[in-house]
């Protein structure tokens, strides 16, 4: 016997498939069948902020090609899942290994440049920061600068206030907690309030992957890639790791989450272990 699920609005498989395609063309993710009930969910609210009365008509702006509204929709589809020192190995490698590198390579320059790309809410790119102050702290006359993307407008403003609920920092030492952190009064009871030190170092920018070219220079010294490329087929993630690797320093290194993986996408990246690669030529 199957189950007629009560909707506020009328949702059909038409309109998820165009929907769908939007997301792919516009913003690489591939999205699959079982995500019917996840788009419903999280695009209700645009329809009914919009007066809307149905999908269709929904779809139908989208297609009028409202730019506005089109922010709205992949702010809304986009997932941000991060915290403070998420897979906490990366940062340890970066901290014991490739930090030092850098430091004996770039020593003419004392340049450091690392690039958080799908920098969601900002906790990988603040993360990125403490990780370098600290590693630096007996130099701290190093040039330092730490780019941090995403395309989801609305998590860049979180990132670039800085402002979070104290629970997102419980797994951070006391030390860090003290010297990184302010803890808010009054209408700010709660939150922590990242340093400007940790702020200084990071520049927050809109940027979409499928855009060609990038407004970007580098080079890199590290690209922060993580659970990033899961969501793209096989030729847009290799086509993404190819321009990934061109903006690479000499012997830079590309970091990837850890249910991901290259797959042999890129000659030019040799597997160091835990998802870390280096660039070899």
Same mark, same amino acid.
């Given at each position: 016997?199957?189950?007629?699920?009560?909707?506020?609005?009328?949702?059909?498989?038409?309109?998820?498939?165009?929907?769908?395609?939007?997301?792919?063309?516009?913003?690489?993710?591939?999205?699959?069948?079982?995500?019917?009930?996840?788009?419903?969910?999280?695009?209700?609210?645009?329809?009914?902020?919009?007066?809307?009365?149905?999908?269709?008509?929904?779809?139908?702006?989208?297609?009028?090609?409202?730019?506005?509204?089109?922010?709205?929709?992949?702010?809304?589809?986009?997932?941000?899942?991060?915290?403070?020192?998420?897979?906490?190995?990366?940062?340890?490698?970066?901290?014991?290994?490739?930090?030092?590198?850098?430091?004996?390579?770039?020593?003419?320059?004392?340049?450091?440049?690392?690039?958080?790309?799908?920098?969601?809410?900002?906790?990988?790119?603040?993360?990125?920061?403490?990780?370098?102050?600290?590693?630096?702290?007996?130099?701290?006359?190093?040039?330092?600068?730490?780019?941090?993307?995403?395309?989801?407008?609305?998590?860049?403003?979180?990132?670039?206030?800085?402002?979070?609920?104290?629970?997102?920092?419980?797994?951070?030492?006391?030390?860090?907690? %003290?010297?990184?952190?302010?803890?808010?009064? /009054?209408?700010? +009871?709660?939150?922590?309030?990242?340093?400007?030190? @940790? =702020?200084? &170092?990071?520049?927050?920018?809109?940027?979409?992957?499928?855009?060609?070219?990038?407004?970007?220079?580098?080079?890199?010294?590290?690209?922060?890639?993580?659970?990033?490329?899961?969501?793209?087929?096989?030729?847009?993630?290799?086509?993404?790791?190819?321009?990934?690797?061109?903006?690479? %320093?000499?012997?830079?290194?590309?970091?990837? /989450?850890?249910? +991901?993986?290259?797959?042999?996408?890129?000659?030019? @990246? =040799?597997? &160091?272990?835990?998802?870390?690669?280096?660039?070899?030529?």
């Amino acid at each position: 016997m199957s189950v007629v699920v009560e909707r506020e609005f009328e949702f059909t498989q038409q309109d998820f498939s165009m929907l769908a395609e939007l997301v792919t063309k516009h913003a690489g993710i591939i999205v699959m069948p079982e995500k019917f009930d996840m788009f419903y969910s999280r695009l209700a609210r645009r329809v009914r902020a919009l007066n809307l009365a149905n999908f269709k008509q929904y779809c139908d702006l989208l297609s009028a090609g409202n730019e506005e509204e089109f922010h709205h929709f992949i702010n809304a589809i986009t997932t941000n899942l991060t915290s403070f020192f998420r897979e906490i190995h990366h940062f340890d490698y970066l901290k014991s290994t490739i930090i030092p590198g850098l430091i004996k390579k770039n020593a003419s320059s004392k340049k450091i440049r690392i690039w958080s790309a799908g920098c969601s809410t900002g906790e990988e790119p603040y993360t990125l920061a403490i990780t370098l102050k600290e590693a630096l702290s007996a130099d701290p006359n190093w040039d330092v600068k730490i780019l941090a993307t995403d395309i989801d407008s609305n998590v860049l403003e979180t990132a670039s206030a800085g402002l979070y609920k104290e629970d997102r920092i419980a797994g951070l030492s006391q030390d860090q907690k %003290s010297k990184w952190f302010k803890r808010g009064k /009054g209408a700010n +009871e709660g939150m922590v309030a990242v340093s400007q030190e @940790l =702020k200084d &170092l990071i520049s927050f920018k809109r940027l979409n992957l499928m855009e060609s070219p990038w407004p970007l220079k580098g080079p890199f010294d590290v690209i922060f890639c993580r659970n990033v490329i899961i969501y793209f087929d096989r030729e847009t993630k290799e086509k993404l790791v190819e321009r990934y690797t061109d903006l690479l %320093s000499e012997e830079g290194h590309v970091i990837i /989450g850890h249910s +991901e993986s290259l797959n042999k996408a890129n000659a030019r @990246l =040799k597997l &160091l272990g835990n998802t870390v690669y280096q660039k070899i030529h």
